[in-house]
């Protein structure tokens, strides 16, 4: 029979165990014992569910995957976005929930990029073995990322939310991982030693967050290694963790990495490495291969004599940085005390005067980020580094001190003589909280003062005054004006800042007169790059963070090199009792009240001022049509249309500005301007963006350059 020539691989079977313990029995086989089997195969096909039952590769809407997403789906606030979804039960499979795909019954893919979610990510997530893609990246979730993630996936990404915490260790069990995309997060602490097993890793993206201390020596053994995203972080050391990977990609900017650059990682064709500490000079005899081998750490076997030589030669460096920084101290511009390096970001490598004002047509170091000093709450970043194309020996860190700086306390009495007593031929501008006057000092120093009005109705104490003079005062970047000082007496509030001499970018773009010199668009581009920096430092250096509210064209004031200092920083403590604190056209849909604001309100308002920027017009101008009245409403529908766009080009312009770097212009702004919040990026994406417009515009003026084709008229004055 053919039971019979089957049994023996039967024999594990306890039913069939019963089988032949009835045949044993003398029970006839033909009888009962076909009963037994039966029942047996009746009793197996039972039990085989029940086994399946919570197998997550088998019906996971009854098993603990679907557990899981019901989990995922209550921690991320039962979102309506999620279709198909629910808090209890359900088939994922099955039901067609929004972002799961599945083979056969086995949930494979979670793919919930970009959707506007919001909370946190659960704690089931191991159960989770059958998926391989992990997407949850551009929402706004929170907390930290659960310890135990999906085992077997091959891709995760996380980046652009707000998660914090540390890295969890369990990544260092996940061997069939090859992509872990975490940038753009709030992640803090040290890297462990969890990335030995991750042979098949291929990409790893770290960038944009708050992680320190020196890279573990397990990322040595990330062989399959091609991209490695580590910039705008806070990691320290030597390289020589990392020195023999065969990268191909390889971006370290924006640390406080030290030693110098391995020469294996030197030879990567698409390798950043600006804004670190690295050691000038060539590398020492032995210095390569000492850090090369044990990442800079323990001993280098440097001699006595080599170490003298280096520090003399680091003496000889410092005083000839001494000696430049002296030379661009006689500038006419008494109140500018910051370092400048050779190529820094935020003025022209090559200026030229023009009439009454100055500009460039030269190109900028769009890589370099600004010089962060800092008080008493230290923000994340404390030091410019600056740095040009590969020659990462020539930088050099330009550091203000961290003590808190010292404003000079004016009297009420010097300030009305520096304004002949606050006359309107001095007044330059009238804002929410206050006038701004132009003051002349009886030995030649020109500032702006800016009275404090609301600060009496609020009946704010001058403790509290003091208090606000003390925050403004830490905030320290090149595009943030400058708080010199202070003035408090009874009944008067003053604030002294750096004056700069082309007003605002409100009156370059919307009061000059048909005879002024209109910005160039490579102008613009920078105007735009340098104000996304310093909301960037309020938003994401600054340590808690600053909310602006007060982003418009009026307070981004323009100095000789038409270089962009954003005002009233610090000042949103004088707006909460004020709905219209921007004006008509910069308020985001979301700030019905002055509790509304967020960093993302502040975003909207500066893709306003890139829309002013494109296409020259106000935000709001009622002597227009109604449909072009408020510029985002009329805008933003042709932001993606070529053809459109061109059309929508300030006039002043004349046509000559870079095809692709208008378009991407356009891009940056369509998502700052998004009416969601959650949708629009974060500063640090902005800036990103921003500088690829600056690269565009550079490059096109090299070509035309190269090709003589940037023949300017005599009277045309460096704009092109």
Same mark, same amino acid.
């Given at each position: 029979?053919?039971?019979?020539?089957?049994?023996?691989?039967?024999?594990?079977?306890?039913?069939?165990?019963?089988? #032949?313990?009835?045949?044993?029995?003398?029970?006839?086989?033909?009888?009962?014992?076909?009963?037994?089997?039966?029942?047996?195969?009746?009793?197996?096909?039972?039990?085989?569910?029940?086994?399946?039952?919570?197998?997550? #590769?088998?019906?996971?809407?009854?098993?603990?995957?679907?557990?899981?997403?019901?989990?995922? &789906?209550?921690?991320?606030?039962?979102?309506?976005?999620?279709?198909?979804?629910?808090?209890?039960?359900?088939?994922?499979?099955?039901?067609?929930?929004?972002?799961?795909?599945?083979?056969?019954?086995?949930?494979?893919?979670?793919?919930?990029?970009?959707?506007? @979610?919001?909370?946190?990510?659960?704690?089931?997530?191991?159960?989770?073995?059958?998926?391989?893609? *992990?997407?949850?990246?551009?929402?706004?979730?929170?907390?930290?990322?659960? &310890?135990?993630?999906?085992?077997?996936?091959?891709?995760?990404?996380?980046?652009?939310?707000?998660?914090?915490?540390?890295?969890?260790?369990?990544?260092?069990?996940?061997?069939?991982?090859?992509?872990?995309?975490?940038?753009?997060?709030?992640?803090?602490?040290?890297?462990?030693?969890? *990335?030995?097993?991750?042979?098949?890793?291929?990409? @790893?993206?770290?960038?944009?967050?708050?992680?320190?201390?020196?890279?573990?020596?397990?990322?040595?053994?990330?062989?399959?290694?091609?991209?490695?995203?580590?910039?705008?972080?806070?990691?320290?050391?030597? %390289?020589?963790?990392?020195?023999?990977?065969?990268?191909?990609?390889?971006?370290?900017?924006?640390?406080?990495?030290?030693?110098?650059?391995?020469?294996?990682?030197?030879?990567?064709?698409? %390798?950043?490495?600006?804004?670190?500490?690295?050691?000038?000079?060539?590398?020492?005899?032995?210095?390569?291969?000492?850090?090369?081998?044990?990442?800079?750490?323990?001993?280098?076997? @440097?001699?006595?004599?080599?170490?003298?030589?280096?520090?003399?030669?680091?003496?000889?460096?410092?005083?000839?940085?001494?000696?430049?920084?002296?030379?661009?101290?006689?500038?006419?511009?008494?109140?500018?005390?910051?370092?400048?390096?050779?190529?820094?970001?935020?003025?022209?490598?090559?200026?030229?005067?023009?009439?009454?004002?100055?500009?460039?047509?030269?190109?900028?170091?769009?890589?370099?980020?600004?010089?962060?000093?800092?008080?008493?709450?230290?923000?994340?970043?404390?030091?410019?580094?600056?740095?040009?194309?590969?020659?990462?020996?020539?930088?050099?860190?330009?550091?203000?001190?961290?003590?808190?700086?010292?404003?000079?306390?004016?009297?009420?009495?010097?300030?009305?003589?520096?304004?002949?007593?606050?006359?309107?031929?001095?007044?330059?501008?009238?804002?929410?909280?206050?006038?701004?006057?132009?003051?002349?000092?009886?030995?030649?120093?020109?500032?702006?003062?800016?009275?404090?009005?609301?600060?009496?109705?609020?009946?704010?104490?001058?403790?509290?005054?003091?208090?606000?003079?003390?925050?403004?005062?830490?905030?320290?970047?090149?595009?943030?004006?400058?708080?010199?000082?202070?003035?408090?007496?009874?009944?008067?509030?003053?604030?002294?800042?750096?004056?700069?001499?082309?007003?605002?970018?409100?009156?370059?773009?919307?009061?000059?007169?048909? &005879?002024?010199?209109?910005?160039?668009?490579?102008?613009?581009?920078?105007?735009?790059?340098?104000?996304?920096?310093?909301?960037?430092?309020?938003?994401?250096?600054?340590?808690?963070?600053?909310?602006?509210?007060?982003?418009?064209?009026?307070?981004?004031?323009?100095?000789?090199?038409?270089?962009?200092? %954003?005002?009233?920083?610090?000042?949103?403590?004088?707006?909460?009792?004020?709905?219209?604190?921007?004006?008509?056209? &910069?308020?985001?849909?979301?700030?019905?009240?002055?509790?509304?604001?967020?960093?993302?309100?502040?975003?909207?308002?500066?893709?306003?001022?890139?829309?002013?920027?494109?296409?020259?017009?106000?935000? *709001?101008?009622?002597?227009?049509?109604?449909?072009?009245?408020?510029?985002?409403?009329?805008?933003?529908?042709?932001?993606?249309?070529?053809?459109?766009?061109?059309?929508?080009?300030?006039?002043?312009?004349?046509?000559?500005?870079?095809?692709?770097?208008?378009?991407?212009?356009?891009?940056?702004?369509?998502?700052?301007?998004?009416?969601?919040?959650?949708?629009?990026?974060?500063?640090?994406?902005?800036?990103?963006?921003?500088?690829?417009?600056?690269?565009?515009?550079?490059?096109?003026?090299?070509?035309?350059?190269?090709?003589?084709?940037?023949?300017?008229?005599?009277?045309?004055?460096?704009?092109?």
């Amino acid at each position: 029979m053919a039971f019979s020539e089957n049994k023996n691989s039967l024999s594990s079977n306890p039913f069939c165990e019963t089988l #032949r313990l009835g045949e044993a029995q003398g029970f006839p086989r033909n009888n009962l014992g076909f009963a037994f089997l039966g029942i047996g195969i009746l009793l197996s096909g039972l039990l085989f569910a029940w086994n399946h039952r919570s197998n997550p #590769r088998f019906t996971p809407s009854r098993g603990w995957p679907v557990s899981a997403l019901n989990v995922i &789906y209550t921690s991320l606030n039962s979102p309506s976005q999620l279709t198909g979804w629910a808090s209890s039960g359900g088939d994922p499979c099955g039901d067609d929930w929004k972002g799961i795909a599945c083979s056969g019954s086995s949930v494979t893919e979670i793919n919930l990029s970009g959707l506007g @979610l919001s909370g946190t990510l659960g704690y089931k997530l191991s159960s989770l073995t059958s998926v391989t893609n *992990f997407d949850l990246s551009k929402n706004n979730l929170n907390g930290d990322i659960p &310890y135990q993630l999906p085992p077997n996936c091959v891709n995760i990404n996380l980046a652009g939310n707000t998660l914090t915490g540390g890295i969890p260790y369990s990544i260092s069990q996940m061997t069939d991982l090859k992509y872990l995309n975490l940038n753009s997060n709030q992640l803090s602490g040290q890297l462990t030693d969890m *990335f030995g097993q991750l042979h098949s890793l291929s990409l @790893l993206d770290l960038s944009f967050n708050r992680l320190s201390g020196s890279l573990p020596q397990s990322m040595g053994s990330l062989s399959s290694l091609k991209t490695l995203n580590l910039q705008n972080n806070q990691f320290s050391g030597s %390289l020589g963790a990392i020195a023999h990977l065969q990268l191909e990609d390889l971006n370290i900017e924006n640390n406080h990495f030290t030693g110098w650059i391995p020469s294996k990682l030197k030879s990567i064709d698409n %390798l950043k490495a600006g804004g670190n500490s690295w050691s000038s000079g060539p590398a020492p005899p032995g210095m390569s291969k000492a850090a090369d081998s044990n990442g800079g750490k323990g001993k280098s076997g @440097l001699s006595g004599v080599t170490i003298a030589l280096i520090v003399v030669a680091s003496l000889a460096v410092t005083l000839c940085l001494m000696a430049l920084f002296k030379r661009k101290s006689s500038a006419p511009s008494h109140y500018i005390d910051e370092h400048f390096s050779q190529n820094r970001s935020f003025t022209p490598l090559v200026e030229k005067e023009v009439t009454g004002r100055k500009d460039s047509s030269s190109s900028i170091d769009i890589k370099t980020m600004g010089t962060y000093s800092v008080g008493p709450k230290p923000p994340l970043v404390d030091a410019q580094k600056s740095f040009s194309g590969n020659e990462f020996a020539k930088k050099f860190n330009s550091k203000r001190s961290t003590d808190p700086i010292s404003l000079t306390n004016y009297s009420l009495e010097d300030l009305e003589a520096a304004t002949e007593d606050f006359s309107s031929r001095h007044l330059l501008g009238e804002g929410s909280i206050g006038c701004a006057y132009k003051a002349k000092f009886a030995d030649g120093k020109v500032l702006t003062v800016k009275k404090i009005e609301t600060l009496h109705s609020s009946g704010s104490s001058s403790y509290d005054f003091m208090e606000i003079v003390s925050g403004i005062s830490k905030l320290r970047h090149p595009n943030i004006a400058e708080l010199l000082g202070y003035c408090s007496e009874p009944g008067h509030k003053f604030l002294v800042y750096e004056y700069q001499w082309n007003g605002s970018l409100h009156g370059f773009l919307h009061l000059s007169d048909e &005879y002024s010199k209109p910005l160039t668009w490579e102008t613009r581009v920078r105007i735009a790059l340098g104000t996304a920096r310093a909301i960037e430092y309020l938003h994401e250096v600054c340590s808690p963070c600053v909310i602006h509210k007060n982003i418009k064209s009026a307070n981004i004031l323009l100095d000789a090199e038409l270089n962009p200092h %954003l005002a009233d920083s610090g000042l949103a403590f004088f707006f909460e009792d004020t709905n219209e604190n921007l004006g008509p056209g &910069y308020n985001a849909p979301e700030c019905t009240k002055p509790s509304a604001y967020t960093i993302k309100s502040d975003v909207y308002s500066f893709g306003v001022v890139m829309l002013e920027l494109l296409t020259g017009r106000m935000p *709001f101008d009622s002597y227009t049509t109604r449909v072009q009245q408020s510029l985002v409403r009329w805008a933003a529908p042709q932001l993606h249309d070529i053809d459109a766009l061109s059309g929508m080009v300030d006039p002043a312009l004349r046509g000559l500005y870079p095809p692709k770097s208008l378009s991407r212009f356009a891009d940056v702004i369509a998502l700052c301007i998004q009416s969601e919040p959650e949708f629009r990026p974060a500063m640090s994406e902005v800036v990103q963006a921003v500088a690829r417009c600056s690269q565009s515009t550079s490059f096109s003026k090299r070509m035309r350059e190269g090709l003589g084709a940037s023949r300017r008229s005599d009277d045309s004055d460096g704009y092109y």
